[in-house]
Nanobody
């Protein structure tokens, strides 16, 4: 299993970014996918979940209404559209898959929200 995140960067408050996570090594379309983040000195925080077909999504309270998780099963990719970014969204963002009772994580992509 391999998960590779991309799309992070430096953005001003109020701006937007779209993260991508390319998955391989498992049947992507059969598994729920998640995004999580970890800010310096803080524990990893769950951000969003999407079901295997994309028909169901769920969000953490801190991002609800601003972030949107989606997936393209033909491309084995999950996305996180982040709008109205705030400085407190600064963190390393990870995608996650629970495959056959094993948690897999990507290497993460840094998102920095600052003026």
């Amino acid at each position: 299993v391999q998960l590779v995140e991309s799309g992070g960067g430096l953005v001003q408050p109020g701006g937007s970014l779209r993260l991508s996570c390319a998955a391989s090594g498992f049947t992507f379309s059969s598994y729920t996918m998640r995004w999580a983040r970890q800010a310096p000195g803080k524990e990893r925080e769950w951000v969003a979940t999407i079901s295997s077909t994309g028909s169901w999504t769920n969000y953490g309270n801190s991002v609800k209404g601003r972030f949107t998780i989606s997936r393209d099963n033909a491309k084995n990719t999950v996305y996180l559209q982040m709008n109205s970014l705030k400085p407190e969204d600064t963190a390393v963002y990870y995608c996650n898959a629970l495959v056959v009772s094993t948690d897999y994580w990507g290497q993460g992509t840094q998102v920095t929200v600052s003026s």
